[in-house]
């Protein structure tokens, strides 16, 4: 009875969420607030009027963001870049992806994990991604995926929280491949509001370098385990 109470609060807890989320949504772009938030020049201008709340904003706009995966983060974190500078904004940025991150991994952590375990032929699977190697592994392809700009964020976040990765652990790969990414949007909107050519070439070397890191660690991974097979 506990267990049947248990799934009707999550089914309860679900669709008030998803209402939630959609009547946000819906507030959000009635209002016009949407097209500001895909609008990086509007959005730091209003970022700006708020003076000290400013950062708040920032926040509050990468949660919303990465929760409700509509909404695009990269105008937010090059807003945050032009008004606050790199360091800054991405310290602004990080907080509010990683919360996101973390709320995003919980909702689908309380809503669907338990369910995932009900399927005979998912269960196996998820017992053996519970296991020490493959928790490693996960913390890998969450840490790599947050190096690629193309991959989802936010399908990333609420993928993981379906798996048996320790929320610890997500924790830490999200943070490690979070920080070097917000800087370089960061940085990359600064440039952009002051259109230093110079500085935006050696900022998209920079990201071209990012998103090749997770290739150059899956080639070197491969030549190691080679090189170890063929030694024995």
Same mark, same amino acid.
């Given at each position: 009875?506990?267990?049947? %109470?248990?799934?009707?609060?999550?089914?309860?807890?679900?669709?008030?969420? =998803?209402?939630?989320?959609?009547?946000?949504? @819906?507030?959000?772009?009635?209002?016009?607030?949407?097209?500001?938030?895909?609008?990086?020049?509007? %959005?730091?201008?209003?970022? #700006?009027?708020?003076g000290?709340?400013?950062?708040?904003?920032?926040?509050?706009?990468?949660?919303?963001?990465?929760?409700?995966?509509?909404?695009?983060?990269?105008?937010?974190?090059?807003?945050?870049?032009?008004?606050?500078?790199?360091? @800054?904004?991405?310290?602004?940025?990080?907080?509010?992806?990683?919360?996101?991150? =973390?709320?995003? /991994?919980?909702?689908?952590?309380? +809503?669907?994990?338990?369910?995932?375990?009900r399927?005979?032929?998912?269960?196996?699977?998820? #017992?053996?991604l519970?296991?020490?190697?493959?928790?490693?592994?996960?913390?890998?392809?969450?840490?790599?995926?947050?190096?690629?700009?193309?991959?989802? /964020?936010?399908?990333?976040?609420?993928?993981?929280?379906?798996?048996?990765?320790? /929320?610890?652990? /997500?924790?830490?790969?999200?943070?490690?491949?979070?920080?070097?990414?917000?800087? +370089?949007?960061?940085t990359?909107?600064?440039?952009?509001?002051?259109?230093?050519?110079?500085?935006?070439?050696?900022?998209?070397? +920079?990201?071209?370098?990012?998103?090749?890191?997770?290739? +150059?660690?899956?080639?070197?991974?491969?030549?190691?385990?080679?090189?170890?097979?063929?030694?024995?």
């Open positions: 009875m506990a267990s049947k %109470l248990g799934v009707k609060h999550r089914l309860v807890l679900g669709a008030t969420l =998803l209402i939630g989320l959609a009547a946000l949504y @819906w507030v959000l772009r009635e209002t016009g607030a949407l097209s500001t938030l895909t609008n990086r020049q509007a %959005l730091r201008e209003w970022v #700006d009027h708020l000290l709340w400013g950062p708040l904003a920032i926040i509050a706009m990468m949660i919303a963001a990465i929760v409700m995966s509509p909404i695009p983060s990269g105008p937010i974190a090059m807003a945050a870049g032009a008004s606050y500078g790199p360091v @800054w904004g991405t310290v602004y940025v990080v907080i509010g992806a990683e919360a996101g991150a =973390l709320l995003a /991994f919980c909702i689908a952590r309380l +809503l669907g994990y338990e369910a995932m375990q399927w005979s032929r998912i269960r196996p699977i998820l #017992d053996w519970g296991k020490e190697r493959s928790q490693t592994g996960l913390m890998l392809v969450v840490f790599a995926s947050r190096l690629v700009p193309f991959i989802s /964020f936010d399908a990333v976040s609420y993928a993981a929280g379906l798996t048996p990765l320790a /929320f610890w652990r /997500f924790l830490i790969a999200t943070l490690a491949g979070v920080i070097p990414t917000a800087y +370089l949007i960061a990359l909107g600064e440039v952009l509001i002051t259109a230093d050519s110079r500085g935006l070439t050696a900022v998209l070397l +920079l990201v071209s370098g990012i998103t090749l890191l997770p290739i +150059l660690a899956r080639l070197v991974l491969a030549w190691h385990r080679k090189r170890k097979s063929s030694s024995n």
